[in-house]
């Protein structure tokens, strides 16, 4: 069984900053790519950012320079720094794993999501 506990949510004002934590543990062999997703009340949820094992990162547009994710290999942990936060980057945010259990088998889990609200 795989478990992704996540913390650091929060209420944040416009331009502040908040930072997210994820971590994985379980039956967990390897894992390869980790990032974060959001969800806002009416939206589609959508790609934050990702990081590769081997560090390699993406964002979306719009938290290009604002948001940093980052990892640690030896903690199962993916951790996602947000600066400059504005009102609209308001959602719920999600992490995601994708790994390969000790039993076998590949699959991209999900963290149960934390509440992240930028208001003044």
């Known amino acids: 069984q795989v478990r992704l506990v996540e913390s650091g949510g929060g209420l944040v004002q416009p331009g502040g900053s908040l930072g997210l934590s994820c971590a994985a543990s379980g039956s967990i062999f390897i894992i390869y790519a980790m990032g974060w997703y959001r969800q806002a009340p009416g939206k589609q949820r959508e790609l934050v950012a990702t990081?590769?094992?081997?560090?390699?990162?993406t964002y979306a547009d719009s938290v290009k320079g604002r948001f940093t994710i980052s990892r640690d290999n030896t903690k199962n942990t993916v951790a996602l720094q947000m600066n400059t936060v504005k009102p609209e980057d308001t959602a719920v945010y999600y992490c995601n794993v994708d790994l390969t259990r000790l039993e076998g088998g590949r699959n991209v889990y999900w963290g149960q999501g934390t509440q992240v609200t930028v208001s003044s």
């Open positions: 990081i590769t094992s081997g560090g390699i990162t």
